[in-house]
């Protein structure tokens, strides 16, 4: 299987990586960071995938940019054989957690690796 990829620099901390998306919205600066869930030991990380507002000192992960490459629910179901081979994913939706489910619009994901 071929993805596509993106060149990534270690940010901040040994769970911050930075890279810069390139697409028809030009060039965003984007930040990727695992924090470990509390409660969980050392199995679940909450993965936060934002924006660098540049003009605002700090983080999105409510900007929507549409520089064609931050489509979450439809790269997971593209990758669903193989991603599911690997990890057990579980999706957010009307207040609880639930096994990930192709074509289910999710609030957020949990993700550990089996």
């Known amino acids: 299987m071929h993805l596509e990829e993106y ?7 040994d769970f911050s990586y930075e890279f810069y998306s390139e697409g028809p919205k030009g060039r ?12 969980y030991g050392n199995d679940y990380y909450n ?3 934002g924006d660098w507002l540049e003009a605002e ?6 900007v929507v940019n549409n520089n064609m490459d931050r489509l ?3 790269g997971i179901s593209a990758n669903w054989q193989v991603i599911d081979e690997y990890f057990d994913l579980h999706g ?20 550990r690796r089996k």
């Open 92 to 111: 957010f939706k009307d207040d609880k957690w639930e096994g990930f489910q192709k074509n289910r619009n999710y609030e957020s994901f949990l993700l």
């Open 57 to 62: 000192d700090r983080l999105s992960d409510t």
């Open 28 to 39: 965003i600066k984007k930040i990727v960071r695992f924090t470990p869930l509390t409660g």
């Open 47 to 49: 993965l936060y995938l």
């Open 7 to 13: 060149t990534a620099v270690k940010g901040d901390s």
């Open 72 to 74: 979450y629910q439809m």
